[in-house]
């Protein structure tokens, strides 16, 4: 997840492309940059690692002369470290094609290889580049380099050379594209990432999202996927990636720019929370099948022989991370390999248990997490190889494990966590299912059916998001409330977990998550009449445990929310009913956890607290 503006028409572009930038900071602040061209077909580019107040300063020092056609990027690093020459724009060969890009290019190493047997010369370690090494060589492929004429002459060569480009990327991709030889358009390409087109008068723009330009204009056009845009300052044409073209009607947005740079939602916290179907998707993508081959050894560079020989694994985080990690355990037993779960910040008498045998995970989603950097160390030292699960490039965390696995989930701005959370426990059933495969624990046809289950789990939480209206009227009838308990079995015990810190997290309220048939050891105590008792109950292999331990709450006077799928639904007497699509009960917990974030989040909401920022807590904890 990045930043896009490009911008052509006569006002100061600089101006424009740096304000947009700010905009959309919240998307990736690891490096920034922004490439003109002026109308006499030079390049101007500026990059920076850091942020956009540095760019900005850089840019003052040595300003451009001319108002020129330009786009910009504010990264949030996903191939390569955050570095100047991991920064966008990127060249090509030649310095005259310049491309800025969001997504993630699943096809770039092939591409790389192909290309540099071609000549060309990589500066960067960015899957970025091979898209703009790729757009040169379709130009070279149409005869355009080196010939004669303006840029009228040559705009149908470069919109020919990036749609058979555009075509041959796979993965997700928001490109825009400019050429110094055709100074007066910029191209853009969409594919299942966010794209808009700003319409003023005069000028356009091109944006990941209309929060950078709509302080311009309001009038916008959201591209579909498979689509290019051809932009002038008087015009804007749209192409399918065929050729063909495509109508568009543009609508007025009616956000204001804080809205806008949360996608119309009230909070980053709920704009996440309905970004998690594409957390998945991106933590999934091309690291399932097949699932015999070399995905874990490509993606991670983790040798077949260490999955192979492993006796343990042992999985270090905190907070949210922990009980990801725990959710990861039950996954990683169900294929067979003994897991044990820990707190990072109490892991230090537990470090020397680990050894040579046992793989560690560390779990974190800034990789700056001081307790998990110190436990990873600390498991280093007995000889443990690590495996990071982490969602941010660069970071202390990937320098210091023996492999990353990275989540691709895009920045998080919401303390609270939610998009990050669901990513890290869909790494672990890649990294669960794929270790079963390659250990022999499981049949090939058992593990292509977990495989394609977990490849319909993104729309599946789609619909579960589709309830958002029922649970906020469910949260607002317990709003008041200053108790609640979570409960849940097997599985969707951490799910309990985790739906009671995040209330506390967002609402200040006491909570308890409790493993359902720990209820009658003491926790059944604190249940009196009205109680909010939350209980997850989809259909299981415990489903009969859970319904018996929703009676004895309801017996003590309990109000009970039940979570439940349209099968479990029949089986369960509660007050209420949340209902959740139902899949393979290993699965479960990606879904069942995304309405207990929407109910925390509307009971935060009911009482006016403060939901992205909440008290006393940061979104990093860098200190032990």
Same mark, same amino acid.
Request: net charge neutral.
């Given at each position: ?255 204001? @720019? ?86 990072? @910040? ?279």
């Amino acid at each position: 997840m990045c930043g896009i503006i490009g911008y052509i028409g006569g006002k100061k572009s600089t101006d424009i492309l740096v304000d947009g930038l700010r905009r959309l900071e919240y998307r990736g602040y690891d490096s920034c940059g922004v490439a003109l061209i002026d109308p006499g077909q030079a390049l101007y580019l500026k990059r920076v690692s850091g942020r956009v107040d540095a760019l900005d300063k850089l840019i003052a020092s040595d300003p451009i002369k001319k108002s020129a056609a330009g786009i910009g990027h504010t990264r949030w690093a996903t191939h390569g470290v955050p570095s100047e020459d991991n920064a966008h724009p990127h060249t090509d060969c030649s310095g005259q094609v310049v491309v800025v890009h969001n997504g993630i290019i699943e096809n770039y190493l092939e591409l790389k290889e192909k290309l540099e047997k071609a000549g060309h010369r990589f500066k960067s370690e960015t899957d970025t580049e091979a898209a703009v090494h790729l757009v040169e060589e379709k130009i070279k492929a149409l005869n355009a380099t080196g010939r004669s004429g303006d840029g009228d002459q040559l705009e149908p060569v470069f919109f020919e050379a990036v749609r058979r480009a555009a075509a041959e990327l796979k993965g997700s991709f928001a490109m825009a594209v400019i050429w110094a030889k055709c100074p007066n358009m910029i191209l853009a390409a969409r594919q299942h990432s966010p794209l808009v087109i700003g319409l003023g008068n005069g000028e356009n723009f091109v944006a990941s999202d209309v929060s950078a330009f709509l302080k311009h204009t309001k009038r916008t056009v959201f591209m579909n996927d498979g689509e290019l845009a051809v932009v002038k300052k008087d015009s804007v044409g749209y192409f399918t990636f065929q050729g063909k073209k495509a109508e568009h009607d543009p609508v007025t947005i009616q956000w204001d @720019s804080t809205m806008a740079e949360k996608g119309g939602y009230k909070h980053f916290m709920l704009k996440e929370i309905h970004e998690q179907p594409g957390s998945v998707e991106n933590t999934l993508r091309g690291r399932l099948l097949p699932l015999k081959g070399d995905v874990l050894q490509r993606e991670i560079n983790l040798p077949s022989e260490l999955i192979k020989s492993v006796k343990g694994v042992q999985i270090i985080a905190c907070g949210t991370a922990y009980h990801a990690g725990l959710v990861g355990r039950y996954v990683f037993e169900n294929f067979g390999l003994q897991t044990s779960v820990d707190f990072a @910040s109490e892991f230090s008498d537990r470090a020397r248990m680990v050894g040579a045998d046992v793989l560690t995970i560390a779990v974190s989603q800034s990789g700056e997490t001081a307790d998990t950097i110190y436990a990873v160390r600390e498991a280093k030292a007995s000889g443990s190889k690590i495996l990071a699960i982490t969602n941010t490039l660069g970071s202390t965390l990937t320098r210091e494990a023996d492999f990353v696995l990275y989540t691709h989930c895009g920045p998080e701005i919401g303390v609270a966590s939610t998009k990050a959370f669901i990513g890290q426990i869909a790494a672990m059933y890649v990294l669960a299912i794929h270790f079963a495969v390659m250990r022999g624990t499981i049949f090939d046809a058992d593990a292509r059916t977990y495989a394609n289950e977990l490849l319909k789990i993104p729309r599946l939480i789609e619909d579960a998001l589709e309830g958002e209206k029922a649970i906020a009227r469910v949260a607002d009838r317990v709003s008041g409330s200053e108790h609640f308990l979570f409960i849940a079995r097997h599985i969707n015990f951490p799910i309990a977990l985790e739906g009671a810190l995040k209330i506390k997290e967002i609402s200040y309220v006491h909570a308890e998550g409790y493993a359902a048939g720990e209820m009658k050891h003491g926790p059944i105590a604190i249940i009196y009449k009205n109680m909010p008792v939350l209980a997850v109950a989809t259909t299981s292999s415990v489903l009969d445990l859970v319904a018996g331990n929703i009676e004895e709450a309801k017996a003590r006077g309990a109000e009970v929310i039940a979570i439940v799928d349209e099968d479990s639904r029949k089986r369960i007497k509660a007050s209420q009913y949340i209902v959740v699509p139902k899949t393979l009960e290993i699965l479960s917990p990606l879904l069942t956890v995304v309405p207990l974030q929407l109910f925390a989040y509307f009971v935060a909401l009911a009482k006016k607290c403060d939901i992205d920022k909440p008290r006393n807590l940061a979104k990093s904890v860098t200190v032990r």
